[in-house]
């Protein structure tokens, strides 16, 4: 009884707080457009201190990807986000994605992975954080007063802590996006429904964590940043092969093209090793 | 069990059982520490430079890629940059004093240059754009690389002189023009493009900017490099729809024909570097924990100067046996038949194994094979072996001969067959060199029957029907009239000894001598 009691008020305080988005029961004091908006401002702030590689083949493979996940998407949450892709030249293997809508895809990662289909897993997975609105939620129930850091760092020279050897602002909202482990279960949930119904095989998201994997032992400070905000237990990689292995594949006619710039091409013009 | 499920577990212990081709003396593990990638050959051909990212290698939160150098054996390795951002894409120049490399160090990819220990590193570009993958002219003055601006767009090819001036856009295509090699000759630069949608080689005049194909196909090639006299060129291929680490190298004549895999070099094998000697080629392998550098002591047929020939081609360039199965795996080992059997149109044909190059299942139909001879015969029929054996790592797997689209062979280490007088054009298409062994040929003409020895022959043409036959004489004389008996006995160069209707020639050509 006390249980339902609990569970009623939550309800209740969801319904108060209006949260959309592809799960239920979560407060959310931002808006759709107050994600957008956030993400907007914090693009700008990331970007002063990355060098994003403007290159015609690779910027059409990474939106060919993702309008593809889109056009796919099973869940009508991740069609109220105007996303867009973005490859960050640093050997660092990681990806994050803005609340809102902008989603960062570093050279690091995309060295890791071998096909289309694994960086497609990636992609679905930062998509998911955005189309499940893990960010402002995060932000909304955790620390409110993160928020007026953000929102004052580009104006008020305050100190913060040197986290990051990229800057300190990118290294911030790094630090803000670290999910706890119930929202990257969440993420690689819908990333492999994302993936699965786009076409792409969604066994690659595993796939490539059992590299990532591989790499923290052998290459561990590359993939450090990656490692701390997606943590990579066993559970967390078996968990993403057995869904995998659960879904139902689409009918081939139901899916889209194939990208025209080809994946293997792509990483090859960029390729350091 | 069935027997597809049997065929599939023999293979996979073939294949788990293979020898390491480092074993077979062909190819090797130079550098197998960290990731190590791109080898460059410093002049003198006792040291490769390279670059590495090591997990002790900490730097600021990152192991950063540096060049490195280290003998040719493997011993001696040294580091000689020590950026704390990636440094890679090494290229000695062709006096060995300088070193030319990428460095993230300014933010973004950029060409530098230093003294070949490392030191006295300075940029050359230093653009927010990215410029990468440099290679010298033959004369160590100018320095081409691939580029693109910070704005956006695609690679371009651009020249500059080895100080960072004069620098010069070569190519302006929308096309992605990477991966520049120069030829020795200066005069022109190999490139890969996706002009056709897939990579392929093309090479641009660098007096005037004209551009042409080198090696074009539907599959994927990249990473060209001219071998020091500039008569070959080594590149790396793999599948229109394959992943790169299905690539291999492939050697070609400099004007791209005879491309030849290097079925010795285990896959991926990628950016191959011709040693200055031009007998080995050194190139980058993906073990199991990274990058690897490795070396492969080309076949000597294909290192030797020249121009590299059809029977080569056939044999793959390898020193193994090599079957290709149609599921897309490839077997390595030594084939331990005596004997292919072949079933002609013309008759039976026992093949010995060291006369055989390749073996060709490309017609569709069970069974039909084109099999090319070492020594350039070629037969079509079919096979009538069920299986092939190939032996590696001390156990013997049976093969059926279904399962397999290629057969190559290594070159046979027999005695040397007996010259061949006379080239036998079948009516199958089939092209055979025969000895001057033949019986002679006996023709009625006008009532008589004269015996024709094949010391006389210089050119024998058959009618279709085989009854009719007008032989050229080597003193010039030509004779015409019927073919007596339906058997001609030709005695192969190859070994085999046939007798076939004259119905099934369609002319005897003389090669050489008697």
């Known amino acids: ?273 | 069990m069935t027997g597809r499920t049997a065929l599939a577990l023999g293979l996979l212990c073939l294949a788990a059982t293979s020898p390491s081709l480092a074993e077979d003396g062909s190819a090797r593990a130079v550098v197998t520490a960290g990731s190590s990638a791109m080898p460059s050959w410093t002049p003198d051909g006792t040291h490769l430079v390279f670059h590495s990212r090591r997990k002790e290698e900490k730097q600021r939160g990152i192991a950063a890629r540096n060049i490195w150098i280290v003998s040719t054996d493997g011993s001696g390795e040294r580091q000689l940059t020590k950026g704390t951002k990636d440094e890679y894409h090494p290229a000695v120049s062709p006096d060995g004093k300088k070193l030319l490399f990428v460095s993230e160090l300014n933010g973004s990819r950029d060409i530098w240059i230093a003294d070949l220990d490392g030191q006295n590193a300075v940029p050359l570009t230093d653009d927010p754009g990215t410029e990468d993958q440099p290679a010298w002219s033959p004369d160590g003055r100018q320095i081409v690389y691939a580029a693109f601006p910070k704005e956006g767009g695609s690679f371009d090819l651009w020249l500059m002189y080895a100080d960072g001036s004069g620098r010069r856009r070569l190519t302006t295509t929308p096309a992605n023009e990477i991966f520049p090699a120069w030829h020795p000759s200066g005069d022109t630069i190999a490139y890969v493009t996706d002009v056709n949608g897939n990579f392929d080689i093309y090479t641009i005049d660098v007096r005037d900017g004209r551009t042409a194909p080198l090696v074009v196909s539907p599959d994927h090639e990249a990473r060209p490099a001219w071998s020091r006299d500039g008569t070959k060129l080594a590149f790396t291929r793999w599948p229109a729809h394959g992943r790169t680490s299905d690539a291999t190298p492939w050697v070609a004549n400099a004007d791209g024909t005879a491309p030849i895999e290097l079925t010795a070099a285990p896959a991926p094998a990628l950016h191959p570097a011709w040693s200055p000697d031009g007998r080995t080629l050194a190139f980058q392998h993906r073990g199991e924990k990274g990058w690897e550098i490795w070396t492969l002591a080309l076949p000597a047929d294909i290192a030797a100067p020249g121009r590299l020939r059809l029977a080569q081609q056939v044999r793959g360039g390898a020193d193994v046996d090599t079957a290709k199965l149609r599921s897309g795996d490839t077997l390595r080992g030594t084939l331990t038949d005596p004997h292919l059997r072949v079933r002609t149109a013309y008759g039976a044909v026992e093949l010995g194994r060291e006369a055989v190059a390749t073996v060709l299942f490309d017609t569709g139909e069970r069974g039909l094979a084109r099999i090319v001879l070492a020594n350039g015969d070629t037969l079509s029929g079919f096979l009538e072996n069920e299986a092939i054996h190939l032996a590696a790592g001390g156990r013997t797997q049976s093969v059926p001969v279904d399962a397999i689209a290629q057969l190559s062979l290594r070159a046979g280490r027999g005695a040397a067959p007996p010259p061949a007088a006379f080239r036998a054009l079948m009516r199958n298409g089939d092209s055979l060199l025969v000895t001057g062994a033949f019986a002679p040929l006996r023709v009625r003409v006008g009532g008589r029957t004269m015996e024709v020895s094949a010391a006389e022959v210089e050119r024998i043409d058959f009618t279709e029907a085989g009854n009719k036959a007008e032989v050229v004489l080597r003193s010039g004389d030509r004779v015409s009239g019927e073919v007596v008996g339906d058997r001609l006995p030709l005695v192969l160069a190859a070994g085999p000894r046939l007798a076939v209707h004259p119905s099934s020639v369609r002319a005897l050509n003389r090669t050489g001598g008697p």
């Open chain 1, 1 to 273: 009884m006390r249980a339902a009691v609990r569970a009623g008020g939550a309800l209740a305080l969801a319904a108060a707080l209006g949260c959309a988005g592809v799960h239920r029961f979560h407060p959310n004091f931002y808006s759709v457009d107050g994600d957008i908006r956030l993400g907007e401002q914090l693009s700008k702030e990331v970007e002063g201190e990355l060098l994003l590689l403007r290159h015609s083949a690779l910027n059409q493979l990474v939106n060919t990807v993702g309008r593809r996940l889109l056009d796919a998407s099973p869940e009508p949450a991740f069609k109220l986000f105007p996303y867009s892709y973005h490859v960050v030249d640093s050997p660092e293997v990681n990806a994050f994605a803005l609340p809102g809508g902008p989603v960062y895809i570093n050279m690091g990662i995309v060295e890791v992975c071998d096909t289309e289909d694994e960086l497609a897993s990636v992609m679905a997975h930062e998509m998911s954080h955005v189309a499940a609105r893990h960010a402002t939620e995060m932000l909304t129930t955790q620390n409110l007063s993160q928020l007026a850091i953000i929102a004052a760092i580009s104006v008020i020279p305050i100190p913060i802590p040197p986290i990051a050897w990229e800057g300190a602002k990118l290294g911030y909202v790094l630090t803000l996006l670290r999910y706890s482990r119930g929202k990257e279960a969440e993420a690689d949930r819908l990333g492999l429904r994302l993936m699965n119904a786009a076409g792409y095989d969604p066994t690659a998201m595993a796939s490539v964590f059992r590299k990532l994997s591989e790499q923290q032992r052998s290459l561990p400070s590359v993939v450090e940043r990656f490692i701390s905000s997606h943590p990579l237990s066993e559970d967390r990689m078996r968990d993403a092969e057995r869904r995998a292995a659960q879904l139902e594949r689409p009918a081939a006619t139901a899916v889209a093209a194939a990208s025209p710039s080809t994946f293997p091409q792509v990483k090859m013009m960029f390729a350091k090793d």
